[in-house]
């Protein structure tokens, strides 16, 4: 069992300090926030939100209430936060290891293709969980000693609704990292795709005029504290996962075609690159 999942063991030893950091980043942040909520209550009952900003947070979502704090100040930004690991971690997953010169020794070993890369993805999926939990324990460490109208239930649904999204990202780092000519060239691709989406879906929600473009955004359909009080609005999770499966599937794809012994030494002209791209 052990040689079977050799690649996925190897990939998630390879990222534990990552796993460790943002894991314990997002323990710190989760328990400040609930701890400084008490002190904060009284002054957020006046505060008055522009029209975009509480469209951001949810139509039932007030900042002056517990979960729309916390939806402001932890759901809304922490999946920038998993996203930039899920970027790190899918451009690295192939283009980065093909750039360093240690993917030619893991393709020297008796491992198909397809078998590294969802390997690297089983990898992914269980760092990415950990690091998800440890968020969690700071909801866990902090909820029950503070005054607050939040279940760890909630906390608990909310900070699962995270994954879909994260995994969204990856894969599609992961794809980009499979048919960009390197590892620089992907990592750009994708931080610029999360940063348009991102704006995309916060200006959006306030601006009635462009509201409509907030549906090609997954930040739209990820939610962020909307779960705290309604749980997983499963079709938009159903969604990011099933885009998610679709990049994994045009990633075996693009690297089983990979002339893996000149696809990251220099950058192909714009044809040769789009024809990539496209499979």
Not at 126 to 135: E, N, P, Q, R, T
Not at 142 to 152: A, G, H, W
């Amino acid at each position: 069992m052990r040689k079977i999942f050799s690649v996925a063991s190897k990939s998630l030893r390879d990222q534990r300090w990552q796993v460790v950091g943002y894991g314990l980043a997002l323990l710190a942040m989760a328990a400040l926030v609930v701890f400084i909520w008490p002190s904060y209550r009284t002054t957020v009952e006046s505060i008055d939100l522009p029209q975009g900003v509480q469209a951001f947070l949810g139509s039932d979502l007030s900042y002056a209430s517990a979960p729309g704090f916390v939806s402001a100040e932890f759901f809304s930004w922490i999946p920038v936060l998993l996203i930039v690991y899920a970027v790190v971690q899918g451009t690295g997953a192939i283009a980065g290891e093909e750039g360093s010169g240690t993917l030619d020794l893991l393709m020297a070993q008796p491992v198909a293709r397809s078998a590294i890369v969802l390997q690297k993805c089983l990898a992914f999926c269980v760092g990415a969980a950990i690091v998800v939990v440890l968020g969690f324990v700071g909801f866990v460490v902090s909820i029950p000693f503070v005054s607050i109208d939040i279940t760890l239930a909630d906390a608990a649904v909310a900070s699962a609704n995270l994954l879909p999204i994260t995994l969204l990202f990856f894969t599609f780092s992961l794809w980009l990292g499979a048919a960009a000519p390197n590892r620089g060239v992907a990592v750009g691709a994708a931080v610029a795709v999360a940063t348009a989406t991102y704006f995309v879906n916060s200006l959006a929600s306030g601006v009635h005029e462009i509201s409509g473009l907030r549906y090609a955004s997954p930040f739209y359909y990820y939610g962020a504290g909307l779960p705290l009080v309604k749980g997983i609005d499963w079709p938009h999770a159903t969604l990011l996962i099933g885009i998610a499966l679709l990049f994994l599937v045009l990633t075996l794809r693009a690297f089983e075609r990979r002339d893996i012994g000149t696809g990251g030494a220099a950058s192909p002209r714009p044809r040769d690159l789009l024809r990539r791209v496209m499979g």
